[in-house]
T-cell receptor, first 112, second 114 residues
Framework: NAGVTQTPKFRILKIGQSMTLQCTQD?????MYWYRQDPGMGLKLIYY???????DKGEVPNGYNVSRSTTEDFPLRLELAAPSQTSVYFC???????????FGQGTRLTVV | AQSVSQHNHHVILSEAASLELGCNYS??????LFWYVQYPGQHLQLLLK??????LVKGIKGFEAEFIKSKFSFNLRKPSVQWSDTAEYFC????????????FGSGTRLSIRP
């Protein structure tokens, strides 16, 4: 039981490049979330999903896209990387009947 | 707009001092509340949670929090802090009337002087 797995752990992108941050969970949780963490700003919700095929915008969705074709996977896509997207990204899951969210280890992304 | 507020951005205490970190939220309806801790260089760990029942909840490492519904607050307390409590602390709320989004506060950085 791996829990929530995020890849990669670190990445450096050039401005204008694109990439996908992967998030996979093996707990059969319906709810999945993507956050970015910036110093002094806490965690801001980018996108979330309440089940396969259903996604919705969070607090700071601009510049990102998501998809949820399966319960297990919730990839986050950056199409045109910008320096403002330099951050640490966390994926999280929450299941009905659970009493806490489970977090991945994070992806540290630098855009130069 | 729905939000979670942590008014203390940086708290500095000496060892053995008492701690209280404030958390207020603006959601209506049924909410569940959490405090997470993030030690330097690590990911978030759950300290404690409130779902229902006794509004005074106890968590790991001697932390506790009190849910006061009338004040929309969920303050974190510890009677005597240790140097190892140096970390960043995040309050979070999940609102079932808001599509089960989990929203975090901006965090409070706690520094403990040995």
């Amino acid at each position: 039981n791996a829990g929530v797995t995020q890849t990669p752990k670190f990445r450096i992108l050039k401005i204008g490049q694109s990439m996908t941050l992967q998030c996979t969970q093996d707990m059969n949780h319906n709810y999945m979330y993507w956050y970015r963490q910036d110093p002094g700003m806490g965690l801001k919700l980018i996108y979330y999903s309440v089940g396969a095929g259903i996604t919705d915008k969070g607090e700071v969705p601009n510049g990102y896209n998501v998809s949820r074709s399966t319960t297990e996977d919730f990839p986050l896509r950056l199409e045109l990387a910008a320096p403002s997207q330099t951050s640490v990204y966390f994926c999280a899951t929450f299941g009905q009947g659970e009493t806490e969210a489970f977090f991945g280890q994070g992806t540290r992304l630098t855009v130069v | 707009a729905q939000s979670v507020s942590q008014h203390n951005h940086h708290v500095i205490l000496s060892e053995a001092a008492s701690l209280e970190l404030g958390c207020n939220y603006s959601y209506g309806g049924t909410v569940n509340l959490f405090w997470y801790v993030q030690y330097p260089g690590q990911h978030l760990q759950l300290l404690l949670k409130y779902f229902s029942g006794d509004p005074l909840v106890k968590g790991i490492k001697g932390f506790e929090a009190e849910f006061i519904k009338s004040k929309f607050s969920f303050n974190l307390r510890k009677p005597s802090v240790q140097w190892s409590d140096t970390a960043e602390y995040f309050c979070a709320v999940i609102s079932y009337s808001s599509a089960s989004k989990i929203i975090f506060g901006s965090g409070t950085r706690l520094s403990i002087r040995p």
